[in-house]
T-cell receptor
């Protein structure tokens, strides 16, 4: 069975500080991992995916198969980064997403 | 304007009633999904469908039913058997082809409240 764990429900950092949102997964095959973000009163949207190795809005995430982790990082947090972040893993014949429980990030001025 | 539309935005249900949540997409996506979002629990998969006239149960299908008569539409019925239906419901669609463009598109959600 596939599982995604986000150990922090709430995370607060000051503007300009580095931020890291933790994500660990369990999956028997080769995982495809994503980070989704939900800003207040907006739709859930894709932030980044591990296969494209991209940086979006200054965020990066590296897949570490040895530690089964996919932590999201940003060196200098901005107030507009305040949102709910979900780590997700895709698997199964219909490629359904399994989500973690989410981390609410608050960036303080 | 391509996208996925959920309606209504807010829905109130009396105890013992069935209600149906609408989800329509014009993205030509093969797969569609229903998730339930509860505070502190993330998103949990209710049902999903890869093709027309076929669907499978997700992790929390009890008390729900779906149909997929058209590629564009995937309505969710919350039946009276669902013990705790008050939640935020999200519909999503995607292609099921592995590749760099893979990703889900989510609707704006329906908030269901039992009164």
């Amino acid at each position: 069975a596939q599982r995604v764990t986000q150990p922090e429900k709430l995370l607060s950092v000051f503007k300009g500080a580095p931020v890291e949102l933790k994500c660990n997964y369990s999956y028997s095959g080769s995982p495809e991992l994503f980070w989704y973000v939900q800003y207040s009163r907006q739709r859930l949207q894709l932030l980044l995916r591990h296969i494209s190795r991209e940086s979006i809005k200054g965020f990066t995430a590296d897949l570490n198969k040895g530690e089964t982790s996919f932590h999201l990082k940003k060196p200098f947090a901005q107030e507009e980064d305040s949102a709910m972040y979900y780590c997700a893993l895709v698997g199964g014949s219909a490629r359904q997403l399994t989500f973690g429980s989410g981390t609410q990030l608050t960036v303080l001025p | 304007d391509g996208g996925i539309t959920q309606s209504p935005k807010y829905l109130f249900r009396k105890e013992g009633q069935n209600v149906t949540l609408s989800c329509e997409q014009n993205l030509n996506h093969d797969a569609m999904y229903w998730y339930r979002q509860d505070p502190g629990q993330g998103l949990r998969l209710i049902y999903y469908s890869q093709i027309v006239n076929d669907f499978q149960k997700g992790d929390i299908a009890e008390g729900y039913s779906v149909s997929r008569e058209k590629k564009e539409s995937f309505p969710l019925t919350v039946t009276s058997a669902q013990k705790n239906p008050t939640a935020f419901y999200l519909c999503a669609s995607s292609t099921i082809v592995k590749g760099s463009n893979y990703g889900y598109t989510f609707g704006s959600g329906t908030r269901l409240t039992v009164v």
